[in-house]
């Protein structure tokens, strides 16, 4: 049995990457379409705020703010959808993400949440793509795109016109709350600060390495069949939370090393018949599922 997830609202990353490490997520407008379309119409069934994305070939970032504890079923809405309508776009049948599931990355504190954006809006650079990051012509929501709602068309292709899905949906990718009080415009140059420090320090990096960048020409080119060449460590540790304060990581493992073990035991009691057993409080599948228990937050 895999580890349950602990689901408790607030601020967390996604990470999803495709089968064989395939270069599905090709930089293509009907691909964008689709995924910013998937990604609206889930964050309205789910009441999930969009904080920032990119695609990177083979894999995805995404960070959200779940407010109403509800991640897993909107991962299943979003993966369920774009791996559809991506197999209907490119007419592949096998599965299209990778058998692994999706890694969810919880920071802990504001400054943790910043870390989280200057992650995932540097990958293009950090990978060598684009000197700069607004070049990647993947899916990349930048500082202009905090705070402004995009109208999305249904894609023209998988949804069936006149079906139960939106002719067209929105989608804003807003600001976190625990920035709220810096507003859009001040939130947006904080962002802009921080990709303008990180093209400066990738520049830097590759002129030391003698390195050059791919371009946005050879990514364009990329096919939904190649494959990722960059090397794949295995065995590494897959990190739930994401905390630069040792004292504020170490208090959030041994929450979440709690939860687990009093996940365990009662799993364990429900396995030998005691309907009447309580789930902690993060514990989403039997609660929903098996109509068990579940503690209240203490």
Not at 48 to 75: I, K, N, Q, W
Request: proline share 6%; with cysteine; aromatic share 12%.
């Amino acid at each position: 049995m895999t580890a349950p997830r602990f689901i408790v609202p607030g601020v967390v990353e996604v990470t999803a990457r495709t089968f064989e490490r395939r270069l599905a997520f090709m930089p293509r407008t009907r691909v964008k379409n689709l995924i910013l379309y998937v990604l609206g119409r889930g964050a309205e069934l789910f009441d999930m705020r969009l904080l920032c994305f990119v695609t990177m070939g083979s894999h995805y970032h995404l960070l959200v703010e779940d407010s109403e504890a509800c991640l897993p079923a909107f991962m299943e809405y979003v993966n369920g959808q774009i791996a559809r309508a991506m197999n209907t776009l490119i007419g592949r049948r096998d599965k299209f993400f990778s058998g692994d599931g999706y890694l969810d990355l919880r920071p802990q504190t504001p400054s943790d949440i910043i870390e989280r954006y200057r992650y995932i809006l540097a990958n293009p650079l950090a990978a060598d793509l684009v000197r700069y990051a607004a070049d990647y012509p993947g899916l990349w929501t930048g500082p202009k795109q905090i705070g402004r709602t995009m109208c999305v068309p249904r894609p023209d292709f998988f949804y069936r016109e006149g079906g139960s899905t939106p002719a067209q949906v929105e989608v804003t990718f807003e600001v976190p709350s625990a920035f709220e009080s810096d507003g859009v415009e001040g939130f947006r140059n904080r962002i802009a600060d921080i990709v303008r420090q990180e093209e400066k320090r990738n520049t830097a990096r590759r002129k030391r390495a003698g390195r050059s960048v791919l371009g946005r020409r050879r990514l364009e080119m990329q096919r939904w069949d190649d494959v990722a060449t960059s090397d794949e460590q295995w065995f590494r540790l897959k990190p739930r939370v994401a905390a630069r304060d040792p004292k504020v990581r170490c208090e959030a493992i041994r929450r979440l090393n709690a939860f687990w073990a009093e996940y365990k035991v009662a799993w364990s009691a429900y396995r030998e018949g005691d309907l009447e057993v309580e789930f902690p409080p993060g514990a989403w599948w039997w609660p929903r599922y098996a109509h068990c228990a579940c503690r209240g937050p203490s």
